[in-house]
């Protein structure tokens, strides 16, 4: 199946809660993309994995947000403690072949009150 | 800086009445160029990817096009199932891949 599948679609939450995004990459395919949009700036790369193993989290505010690939089949995004201004939508993304776009998944939609 | 943009910001259109999307770049070495659409509550859809310049690539009612600074994407007669937002976005040297704003295209029948 050529699809990213991403849980959950929606998720809202009260600020200072924990928040896992998961991510199921394409079967076969070993890197991992996590972007954030947003309407104020748009399509923001937070981190990617190859192999799972981490190559760039430069853009992922270190202190609050985690990505991990525990398997070829899952990659997390996790937000620990949330706050209002993370609110937006977190895509994950494959395959690993850039050079011939990538995957989308459909997103996760994350409010945080 | 690295940097990517487009215009215009938004558009709107009649149905046929064919335009232009620009995306402007200032990378460090490029290395592809992709287009994507994306519909609302949808993630980002795949159209083209554009290595150097002078290369065109076509699908459907789409053309895109690549120069050293800007790209292009013609829409020949749109339909209103064209509406979307179409984002493009570049990869440089150092692998990292940037994505412009977006164009929010509106297709009126």
């Known amino acids: 199946d050529a699809r990213v599948t991403q849980t959950p679609r929606h998720k809202v939450t009260e600020m200072g809660q924990e928040v896992t995004m998961r991510c199921q990459p394409i079967l076969g395919h070993n890197t991992v993309f996590w972007y954030r949009q947003t309407m104020m700036q748009g399509l923001e790369l937070l981190a990617y994995f190859r192999n799972r193993a981490p190559l760039d989290d430069s853009g992922m505010p270190k202190d609050r947000f985690s990505a991990e690939m525990p398997d070829a089949t899952l990659a997390t995004l996790k937000i620990q403690p949330s706050e209002p201004r993370d609110s937006a939508v977190y895509f994950c993304a494959t395959p690993p072949g850039t050079l011939y776009g990538y995957t989308f998944g459909s997103g996760t939609r994350l409010t945080v009150v | 800086e690295d940097q990517v943009t487009q215009s215009p910001e938004a558009l709107r259109l009649q149905e046929g009445e064919s335009s232009s999307l620009n995306c402007s770049y200032t990378v460090s070495g490029l290395r592809g160029l992709f287009w994507y659409r994306q519909d609302p509550g949808k993630g980002p859809e795949f159209l083209f990817t554009?290595?150097?310049a002078g290369e065109e690539k076509e699908k459907e009612r789409l053309k895109a096009t690549l120069t050293k600074k800007e790209s292009f994407l013609h829409i020949t007669a749109p339909k209103p199932e064209d509406s979307a937002t179409y984002l493009c976005?570049?990869?440089?040297?150092?692998?990292?891949?940037?994505f412009g704003p977006g164009t929010s295209l509106s297709v009126i029948p």
């Open positions: 976005a570049v990869q440089t040297s150092y692998d990292k891949v940037i």
């Open positions: 554009l290595y150097s």
